[in-house]
């Protein structure tokens, strides 16, 4: 299937990419019967965006994944754009046959000059009756039309709390940097509950939104809700990224805890990130939310120097909330296999292309971090500047870079104080680099490039720093 030619040397081991052709945001995660779906926005046809289509991939554990044939094509009328996939258990839209419950994609049909909505985005159907193998189009597509041309990317969940039982849609206005909410009995007959934005808001549309509750420091009785928003350009990184906001949802309105919201991730290359629906719900609290972001930036994604294939998806993240020194916190922690073999050796030198997990542990003073290298002199350096409080990505030597002129960058991630220690969990794997920073209090996703040979690993330190944990192993 996948063969390693000198241009595929950057395909990943543990992350999603398609074996052919262009991917881009994560689409429809749901999980069902013991499987968990990835759906996403993918071109049939080419390695640039285009015909966009959901593409399939399955899996039973979300570390190996399968890809599926593709799920929803575009035609002459529409390309679909972003949404997701619920399970209707009970058969409230009645699109099921009576004998298993339909899973139903609610994506953007965007369009096109032959339709009879040219210009257009509105939100429509399509369901399955074979675990998502097979798709229909809902004969009264689209479901929501506001007559708008940048309405789009529904993300639908099923609400049950004070306010009574049915799904919500969030959506947006994409160019008023405005989420919009809606809620249905059925999926298909829609009514306005409220809108959110910011009183001061940045450059850029919002795109893939999300919305779900967490429980507060593990206790089920305690939750807080968590917006998610995707900004283009306005990331905080430069390009595109994720933000979040935290705060109450009544079933009608989101009301944002002021001082509340921050960044998903502090790197280039996580965006469009949304949660599974259909996760299992422990001790009656709210459901496990594991989150996948596509690893790229709009600023140079059509310029990535791989062959066959274009983006990745980034590693699934499971998340929780905290209260860290009397302010709530989205924490997010990687879903990974366990790592083989770990070594304490300062420097390590494997062959390129390999998946590996680097701790680096301590004590709060004095600036340490990693060095990425290739064999070639090029190398990704991750830093902890204890003084400026914070951890820098610098990928400006990192190997291929000059593919286009806005890849160059350092990134930037706060640093918290936490336990009386500092903590880095990384995990590099053939073509990026993320970093979870203080137990996933920041993250850090760079997409990188190296041309060298070998991958080298190798901890470094000023004369004030504790190292106290270093540990490489393979994944
Ligand atoms: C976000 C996005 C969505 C849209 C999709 C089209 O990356 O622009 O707003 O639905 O990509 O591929």
């Known amino acids: 299937m996948t063969s390693t030619t000198t241009r595929d040397r950057y395909r990943p081991r543990l992350h999603y990419t398609p074996a052919r052709n262009w991917i881009n945001d994560p689409n429809g995660l749901v999980f069902h019967r013991g499987v968990y779906h990835l759906f996403y926005q993918h071109n049939p046809f080419g390695t640039d965006w285009g015909n966009m289509s959901w593409g399939h ?59 009879p909505r040219p210009g257009v985005q509105a939100q429509s159907l399509a369901y399955s009756l074979d675990e998502g193998q097979t798709w229909t189009k809902y004969a009264g597509n689209p479901v929501l039309d506001r007559g708008s041309a940048n309405f789009r990317d529904p993300k639908v969940f099923r609400y049950e709390g004070p306010a009574g039982a049915y799904w919500v849609m969030v959506a947006v206005e994409a160019e ?22 910011m009183a001061a808001p940045g450059i850029g549309v919002w795109e893939c939104p999300d919305l779900f509750e ?22 905080v990184a430069g390009g595109s990224g994720t933000r979040y906001f935290l705060g109450e949802f009544d079933g009608v309105r989101f009301a944002e805890i002021p001082g509340s919201r921050s960044w998903l991730d502090w790197g280039r290359d996580y965006y469009a990130a949304v949660s599974f629906n259909g996760l299992p719900a422990p001790d009656a609290g709210p459901a496990r939310r594991v989150m996948i972001g596509w690893m790229n930036n709009w ?143 920041a993250t850090i996703t760079d997409l990188v490039f190296p041309r060298g040979e070998q991958l080298e690993i190798e901890v470094f330190a000023d004369s004030e720093a504790t190292v106290d944990v270093f540990e490489v192993g393979r994944l």
């Open 299 to 441: 600023d140079y994604a059509a310029a990535t120097p791989t062959d066959a294939w274009r983006s990745a998806m980034s590693l699934p993240r499971e998340l929780a909330l905290r209260n860290l020194d009397g302010r709530l916190r989205l924490i997010q922690r990687p879903i990974v296999p366990p790592s083989s073999d770990p070594t304490q050796a300062p420097r390590v030198v494997l062959p390129r292309g390999e998946a590996c997990r680097v701790r680096v542990g301590a004590l709060p003073g004095g600036s340490f971090g990693v060095r990425f290298g290739s064999g070639d002199g090029d190398a990704a350096i991750l830093a902890v500047d204890a003084a400026a409080r914070e951890v820098r990505l610098d990928r400006t030597s990192s190997g291929l870079v000059d593919f286009h002129e806005g890849f160059a960058s350092v990134e930037r991630a706060p640093l918290d104080t936490v336990d009386g220690r500092v903590e880095l969990d990384v995990f590099i794997d053939a073509c990026s680099l993320e970093v979870f920073v203080q137990g996933g209090l």
């Open 176 to 197: 008023e940097q405005r989420v919009l909410l809606y809620k249905s009995a059925n999926l298909i007959d829609w009514e306005f509950l409220s809108d959110f934005r």
């Open 57 to 115: 991939a399955t899996s039973p554990d979300l570390q190996s994944w399968t890809e599926q044939p593709v799920a929803i094509r575009c035609d002459e009328s529409e390309s679909i754009f972003s949404g997701s996939a619920v399970v209707d258990e009970s058969n409230t839209s009645g699109l099921g046959d009576g004998v298993a419950p339909p899973m139903v994609a609610v994506y953007t049909s965007a369009y096109g000059p032959s339709s």
């Open 214 to 235: 967490l429980p507060v420091d593990g206790e089920p009785g305690r939750t807080a809700w968590v917006l998610v928003v995707s900004t283009n350009p306005g990331g």
